[in-house]
């Protein structure tokens, strides 16, 4: 089984910052692309930013130079450092995983959710 468990949610007021963890457990072989995504209630979930295993990345158009992505593949773990965050960033955070298990096959896995909430 593989589990990924997110973490660093919470209520900042605008203009603070956030850094949120995802980390990634059971049978794993390797971890392709790691990414973040975000979610309003009744809308679809949209990409927040992305990076491969090469440590390649890329981002949202909104949240380019305020947000950075980065990954720990020793620890099985993305990141996402949220910096001058808006009221407009207030959303439910989910991590995906593009993911090798340990029989050979990719799959694709997602956190269960963290809340952030950008006060004004």
């Known amino acids: 089984q593989v589990q990924l468990v997110e973490s660093g949610g919470g209520l900042v007021q605008a203009g603070g910052s956030l850094t949120l963890s995802c980390e990634a457990s059971?049978?794993?072989?390797?971890?392709?692309?790691m990414a973040w995504y975000r979610q309003t209630l009744g809308m679809q979930r949209e990409l927040v930013a992305r990076i491969t295993s090469a440590g390649s990345s890329n981002y949202a158009d909104s949240v380019k130079g305020r947000f950075t992505i980065s990954r720990d593949n020793a620890k099985k773990t993305v990141y996402l450092q949220m910096n001058k965050l808006k009221p407009e960033d207030t959303d439910v955070y989910y991590c995906?995983?593009?993911?090798?298990?340990?029989?050979?096959?990719?799959?694709?896995?997602w956190g269960q959710g963290t809340r952030v909430t950008v006060s004004s």
């Open positions: 995906n995983m593009l993911l090798v298990k340990t029989d050979k096959y990719q799959y694709s896995y």
């Open positions: 059971g049978s794993i072989f390797s971890i392709n692309d």
